[in-house]
């Protein structure tokens, strides 16, 4: 029978594609869910002019309401966040253990990802898989690593960066997400590994800026440490790996330099500005974003393959970066519901999806991937 797949947040600025991508891509039935009913028939109105086949209903849900979630989730197969509702992973998480139903999220949060930790001996011993970190970022940057990895003998240096230019204006991003970015702050981690090494950049990771050029229309863009749990696995995965990060690239100049860092501070004096800086935050991406967009991900890695030296460039690009968002998570969700990659316990997108293929399903969804391979020093061969 077919699986049902309940979208938290569906009709939201990532869920909105997420629907859409899962009715295109796989044969299951999408639940659309979240605080107003009338915008999830909206969406569920559109998605069936387009697909047909009854494939997609809306429900009332409120991830603060306990009760509510339960109702909703009995009978699905697997719940998506996809909405700005870090703040009660805990009650989605045990509602999803309470129903036995897997669990994926694209939310970005210390606070989640603590929470999910403790209950991962819970869903491991249930039998379920729980997938996190999903999306662009997290998401996708340790599952490039991962590519080059197979790419290579021994695979040395291997950093992601992005260049993230939205025109938000386009966007009707709400108050209670505008507030989880500002919260995101708080535990902002600009760790990046040197030589072997974990470090930590100086000054909100303006210390590690790394510059990385992208070509036309964006250039040279410079992108600072951010540190990302899918990354930390990387060395004990690729033991030959010296240097790795994810480097985030600025939204604009004036968002960049004055906005973020009184966000930074802010957040840290006192938890209940979080919501009054979001809108600050939001504010400056309405007033100062400007063209060119697009949102763009870029691997360089350098390695060994048969005694040779060659190096890797991986340049993914979308115009828009929701779709970009919606597009790795549905590829990730191709794997899990046809059961190749699915396992009991906790995961994270970029470290249990099968890269390759993960890669392929991406650039058929949209997403335009250049790759460039040069020999970088032939193996000498004396004679
Ligand atoms: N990993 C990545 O690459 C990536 C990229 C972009 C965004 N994200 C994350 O994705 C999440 C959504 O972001 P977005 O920009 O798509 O936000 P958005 O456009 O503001 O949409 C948020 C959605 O969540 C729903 N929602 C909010 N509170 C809810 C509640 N209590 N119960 C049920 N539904 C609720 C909203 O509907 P109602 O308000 O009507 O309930 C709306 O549908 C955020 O956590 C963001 O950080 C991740």
């Known amino acids: 029978m077919n699986k049902t797949i309940l979208v938290l947040g569906g009709y939201g600025s990532t869920g909105r594609p ?87 999220d694209v939310n970005f949060s210390e606070e989640k990802t603590a929470v999910l930790r403790q209950l991962a001996p819970e869903i491991e011993a249930a039998g379920l898989c729980f997938v996190t970190d999903g999306g662009f970022h997290p998401g996708v940057p340790a599952a490039l690593v991962r590519y080059a990895g197979s790419r290579f003998d021994q695979l040395q240096q291997a950093n992601v960066a992005s260049v993230i230019k939205i025109d938000w204006r386009h966007y009707d991003v709400g108050v209670d997400t505008a507030e989880e970015m500002a919260g995101e702050f708080m535990g902002m981690d600009s760790s990046y590994y040197r030589n072997g090494r974990w470090h930590k950049s100086p000054m909100m990771g303006m210390g590690g800026l790394l510059t990385l050029d992208y070509g036309e229309p964006f250039g040279k863009q410079y992108a600072v440490p951010m540190g990302l749990a899918e990354m ?128 392929a399903d991406m650039a058929r969804m949209g997403i335009d991937i250049q790759e460039n391979e040069t020999m970088v020093e032939a193996v000498m061969n004396p004679i």
């Open 18 to 104: 997420l629907c859409d991508l899962l009715l295109q891509e796989t044969d299951v039935t999408v639940v659309v869910a979240g605080r107003n009913v009338a915008n999830g028939k909206a969406l569920v109105a559109e998605l069936e002019g387009k697909f047909g086949g009854g494939r997609a209903t809306a429900v009332t849900v409120d991830a603060a309401s306990h009760s509510s979630l339960e109702a909703a989730f009995a009978g699905v197969d697997m719940v998506v966040v996809a909405s700005s509702t870090v703040q009660y992973t805990e009650q989605v998480a045990r509602a999803c253990l309470a129903a036995g139903v897997d669990y994926f």
């Open 232 to 359: 930390r696995r990387l060395p004990e995965l690729i033991p030959s790996l010296q240097d790795t990060g994810f480097f985030v690239g600025g939204f604009n100049w004036f968002t960049d330099w004055l906005i973020m860092p009184i966000v930074a501070v802010g957040v840290k004096i006192h938890v209940g500005w979080k919501r009054p800086l979001g809108r600050l935050l939001l504010w400056s991406l309405h007033t100062f974003s400007r063209p060119p967009y697009g949102t763009v991900l870029r691997l360089e890695a350098r390695g060994k393959r048969a005694g040779s030296a060659y190096s890797l460039d991986l340049q993914l690009t979308h115009e828009d970066g929701y779709v970009f968002t919606a597009i790795p998570a549905v590829a990730c969700l191709l794997q899990l519901v046809d059961g190749t990659v699915r396992q009991p316990g906790l995961h994270w997108q970029a470290l249990i999806v099968e890269p390759t293929r993960f890669l």
